[in-house]
């Protein structure tokens, strides 16, 4: 792991520049999936399963296959049976490719409503939709699994006869028919919990919710007459998307570009195959591109949510406020497939804290729901939400200010983790200290009904490959090719770590994401992991390009290359300092010596710095109604280094949005035979403009040292604290703890009559 030298002052990290593909995107211009049209292109649709759970007897497609207008009918019959499907795959580990393949269209059973068992491609939607219901699928029901307690249950329906277990970030070990299981463990809690002078012990339920991008799953496919496939899609991760399908349809990678178009939002959501496979299959057997749209409907029934789960804590204090012991059981479904996010999930529930003994069970649970994909920091929000509540029920018994009981127990710098390994450098001393000093904590909030909570969170971050190419050109610009898509302004974040280190501007930087066929691989945009991996990535190309301009300066000046100093965008002759080159000046002496210079750099940092934030909201509760008003929030957190601080704070305040959907309103509803009934955003409650105030975002700059210029990851950690800190305040303003999320309404009623009867 490199330890940087981080400089003391930087020129362009930190400044605010304009992005570059903005203007674009507001005007309408930027090229997102329904954009995309190809001559003679055709329109596919899926035939959905109206069940959760039975096998498929038959089907019959003859009716749609003759249906005018319709050019191709596909059945998981037109898709090879994967001969090696166990492969290594990242930060997900081990995954089952037969599983991901019986995922986008069912082969013997459908594991949950709206699984794809048909598609059809035709001259426009609405005819292949028509066909695609003219489709007689002859169905077993079979009982369906609907929750993480339903499915360990020593009677529970099971879903698979075998599975691999899942290995999301951690290997799991299978422990039931439904569900495999890991341990994590630190010193005596026995010991623990017998030096303790208060325990308690609490359940808590959270239900299924989605990352509700607003730009659903879209994909256009192309088989061309020599066999190499090209698709165009919106995605987190061109290389994920191409190594899927070529495993899902047995075809060398090489056979497969895949060009990642604008993406409309993901959150961890859109770097799986679902209809991509079927468009590419339907353009092979039709002989023309095909274009296939989700409906919202479809989105939020057949693709990846985040994990419903059941908590269950234990925590042990001494009188003093300090920790000493915990126990934590976390049930996470998986959804039909194995591979959730278990091990984040509970892996994060304690680690903020330097707790001395902890004993950590996880359990991946298989239910007949569409397979779960991460959603920002992937696992974290429910085990926060439990462990945060606790945390302020043993504040308030001892009557501890809850700033000043973190402080006493906060993971610091070299404290052991869980995990096994000393904690790198983390800055969650200083960010409890700003809340304390913030004229937010020190104000009145005055009011009946009214009160305030806190909650303060923590999640890893990631590194793993990716790749940058940089070429410079004769007027001194300098293009910038990626692998990572751009979710969040990358694209600029990226150019300006490049033009801190050429020593140019940020606008002499033209940056691209590049196509699986034109640039190296790179994992996908996800786990807040694109400015920092693939900044250092960019750096490290940077430095290339610095070393072969010096190199040209040299031979221009006759001179050892030992003898050139660069010094911020100049080349200097150590033996002459009058003899000097700007960045721009050398740049248009390439070509007559020697030709461009270009550089490629293929990183995969280990230096990741911890995230780590905390969250002050200020709330009144209607007692009539039980409806929530947020009326002041405040979000800290540790950036490192803040590339561009505008973004920084957009990050934190889109997160924490979403985290307070989580924690007001987001949920699926399913009916007793496990058919979703919210499937639209009607229906599913997303925060809207009039049920957030602004969120104001203190960024704080601890410099991780594993970047040259400092960086952490900032974009998942926002979502983890929001709901423990809004049940928090619940507390404070009217005396009610709540174990379940969403706190609805009628939620909050229901236990305000509670305690009143």
């Known amino acids: 792991m490199n330890d940087y030298v981080i400089p003391e002052k930087l020129r362009v990290v930190g400044t605010t520049p304009i992005r570059p593909d903005g203007h674009d995107k507001v005007t309408g211009r930027a090229k997102f999936g329904d954009d995309f049209h190809l001559p003679g292109m055709l329109h596919g649709k899926v035939l959905r399963s109206p069940h959760a759970h039975a096998r498929i007897k038959s089907i019959d497609t003859s009716h749609a296959e003759t249906f005018p207008g319709v050019h191709a009918v596909v059945t998981a ?102 569900a495999s299981k890991l341990e994590l463990a630190m010193g005596d809690v026995s010991a623990g919990f017998d030096e303790a002078d208060i325990i308690i012990e609490r359940e808590f339920t959270t239900e299924t919710v989605h990352q509700g991008y607003i730009e659903t799953h879209i994909v256009t496919a192309q088989w061309g007459a020599n066999g190499m496939v090209t698709v165009w899609t919106t995605t987190q991760g061109q290389f994920a998307i191409r190594d899927q399908l070529a495993l899902v349809l047995e075809l060398p990678m090489s056979a497969i570009t895949v ?72 049930a996470y479904e998986a959804g039909a497939y194995s591979g959730g996010p278990v091990a984040p999930g509970v892996s994060t529930a304690l680690t903020r804290y330097n707790i001395p003994n902890v004993k ?159 640039v190296g691989y790179s994992f996908q945009t996800v ?46 002759n150590k033996t002459n300092v009058q003899q000097c080159f700007t960045f721009k000046e050398l740049a248009g002496k390439l070509v007559g010596t020697g030709g461009p210079i270009a550089a490629r750099a293929l990183a995969s940092p280990e230096g990741v710095g911890f995230q780590i934030t905390a969250h002050l909201v200020d709330l009144a509760v209607d007692t009539e109604t039980g409806k929530v008003d947020i009326l002041r929030y405040t979000a800290f957190q ?50 809207t403009i009039l049920d957030v105030p602004n969120i104001e975002a203190v960024i704080l700059e601890r410099p991780n040292p594993g970047h040259p210029y400092g960086v952490r990851g900032v974009g998942e950690v926002p979502i983890v604290p929001p709901a423990a800190a809004i049940a928090n305040a619940l507390y404070d303003a009217v005396g009610i703890r709540m174990n379940t999320l969403p706190m609805t309404p009628a939620k909050i009623l229901d236990k305000l009559n509670s305690i009143t009867d």
């Open 527 to 572: 786990a807040s992991r694109t400015t920092f991996a693939t900044g250092i990535a960019v750096y490290q190309a940077a430095q290339d390009i610095l070393a072969q301009m010096a190199e040209r300066a040299a031979l221009i000046w006759q001179i050892a290359t030992d003898n050139i100093l660069i010094d911020g965008g100049r080349f200097v």
């Open 259 to 330: 060009i990642p178009l604008e993406i409309g939002g993901g959150f961890g959501g859109k770097d799986s195959i679902y209809i991509d496979p079927l468009a590419v299959v339907l353009s092979k057997q039709s002989g023309r591109p095909v274009k296939m749209v989700m409906s919202r409907a479809e989105t939020l029934r057949a693709t990846g949510p985040s994990s419903g789960t059941y908590i269950k804590a234990r925590l042990g204090v001494k009188i003093d406020g300090t920790l000493v012991a915990a126990e934590f059981h976390g």
């Open 360 to 518: 950590i069970e996880g359990y991946d649970v298989l239910v007949n729901k569409p397979k779960v994909k991460p959603y920002r920091a992937p696992g974290a929000t429910p085990s926060n939400f439990a462990v945060e509540t606790m945390i302020d029920e043993l504040c308030r018994e001892l009557k501890l200010d809850p700033v000043e009981f973190r402080l006493h127990n906060a993971l610091k710098t070299g404290d052991r983790l869980v995990l096994g390994f000393p904690c790198p450098e983390i800055g969650g001393v200083e960010i409890l200290k700003a809340v304390q000093n913030h004229a937010h904590y020190q104000s009145d909030i005055g009011g009946p009904h009214r009160g305030r909570g806190l909650a303060y969170g923590f999640w890893f971050g990631a590194g793993l490959p990716s790749s940058a190419d940089l070429m410079v050109n004769s007027d001194g610009t300098v293009q910038l090719c990626s692998g990572s898509p751009d979710m969040s302004g990358t694209r600029i974040t990226l150019a300006m770590q490049a033009a801190e280190a050429l020593g140019i501007e940020p606008n002499d930087i033209f940056p691209s994401v590049g196509d699986t066929a034109s």
């Open 77 to 178: 019959a037109d898709f090879p049976k994967i001969s090696s499907n166990v492969i290594d795959a990242g930060e997900a580990g081990q995954i089952d490719m037969q599983d991901v393949a019986d995922n986008c269209i069912a082969r013997e059973k459908v594991f949950y409503d709206g699984h794809a068992v048909a598609a059809v491609a035709a001259d426009n939607a609405h005819i292949a939709e028509e066909a695609a219901n003219l489709i007689q699928v002859d169905y077993e029901l079979l009982d369906p699994v609907m929750d993480v307690r339903s499915a360990m249950a020593d009677n529970a329906t099971v879903l698979h006869d075998n599975f691999l277990p899942g290995a999301f970030l951690a290997p799991t070990e299978k422990a039931l028919p439904n």
């Open 638 to 687: 540790d950036a490192g280094k803040a590339v561009h601080p505008d973004f920084v704070e957009g990050q934190i305040q889109g997160g924490t949005v979403q985290g307070i959907g989580w924690a007001l309103n987001e949920e699926y509803f399913y009916d007793g035979a496990g058919h979703l009934k919210n499937t639209s955003l009607l229906d599913y409650r997303m925060p």
